[in-house]
T-cell receptor, first 114, second 112 residues
C-alpha cells in the first residue's frame, strides 16, 4: 500500500509569483484535503476534493485553487503569493468524503515566500 | 463555525509520569474528535480518536475522554517515554468530515 506523497518537499518563491503543489493520494482513497500549517500552529483547512469536484472550502481567498484528477491525485495552486503564504502545506487523503475517519497526511511541501 | 482551543501550549514531564492535554470545542454538531501526533519534521499521524456516542476510549498507554455537555475532550498519556516527545493536535469535525478544525497544538517534552 502506497502512502500519501507530496512534491516538491521544499520550495522558495517571491511575492507575486504562482506555485503549484502536487499530491498523490493513498491507494484506494478517493478524497483529498489540503491544509496550511503555519509555523507553531495547527493545520488549517483549505479545501477538499471528492470525485474531481471541490467538496468544501475553508476561509481562504480565491487565489487558492485546486484540482483533482481521475486517479484521485490533486494539485494546490496559489496565485499572487504573499509573505503570509509561507507555511507547510499538507495534503491528506481519506477513503471517503462523507462520514468521519482518519486523515492520512503526506510529509508536506514547505513553501517560503520572500 | 467550529473553534477548537487547546491547553497547555507546552508541557514538560519526567519520564514515567502522566501527561494530560485538554481541548474545548464550540460547535455542538461536532461528533468526531481525533488526536494527531506530529514529530519534528514529520507528518501528523492519528494516535487515537473518539466519537460522540462514547465517553472514554483507551489504547495501551493512551486514553481520550469526552464530555459532550461541557464540550471538552482530553488526551491522557500514562508512563510517558522519551519517544512520546512531539507536538499533539486535537481536532473536531461533524458527520460530513470535510473540515477538520485543529487546535493550536501542545509541545510535549518527556525528560529522561
Amino acid at each position: 500500500e502506497t502512502g500519501v506523497t507530496q512534491s516538491p518537499t521544499h520550495l522558495i518563491k517571491t511575492r507575486g509569483q504562482q506555485v503549484t503543489l502536487r499530491c498523490s493520494s493513498q491507494s484506494g482513497h478517493n478524497t483529498v484535503s489540503w491544509y496550511q500549517q503555519a509555523l507553531g500552529q495547527g493545520p488549517q483547512f483549505i479545501f477538499q476534493y471528492y470525485r474531481e469536484e471541490e467538496n468544501g472550502r475553508g476561509n481562504f481567498p480565491p487565489r487558492f485553487s485546486g484540482l483533482q484528477f481521475p486517479n484521485y491525485s490533486s494539485e494546490l495552486n496559489v496565485n499572487a503569493l504573499e509573505l503570509d503564504d509561507s507555511a507547510l502545506y499538507l495534503c491528506a487523503s481519506s477513503p471517503t468524503s462523507g462520514g468521519t475517519g482518519e486523515l492520512f497526511f503526506g510529509e508536506g511541501s514547505r513553501l517560503t515566500v520572500l | 463555525g467550529e473553534n477548537v482551543e487547546q491547553h497547555p501550549s507546552t508541557l514538560s514531564v519526567q519520564e514515567g509520569d502522566s501527561a494530560v492535554i485538554k481541548c474545548t470545542y464550540s460547535d455542538s454538531a461536532s461528533n468526531y474528535f481525533p488526536w494527531y501526533k506530529q514529530e519534528l519534521g514529520k507528518r501528523p499521524q492519528l494516535i487515537i480518536d473518539i466519537r460522540s456516542n462514547v465517553g472514554e476510549k483507551k489504547d495501551q498507554r493512551i486514553a481520550v475522554t469526552l464530555n459532550k455537555t461541557a464540550k471538552h475532550f482530553s488526551l491522557h498519556i500514562t508512563e510517558t517515554q522519551p519517544e512520546d516527545s512531539a507536538v499533539y493536535f486535537c481536532a473536531a469535525t461533524d458527520n460530513y468530515g470535510q473540515n477538520f478544525v485543529f487546535g493550536p497544538g501542545t509541545r510535549l517534552s518527556v525528560l529522561p
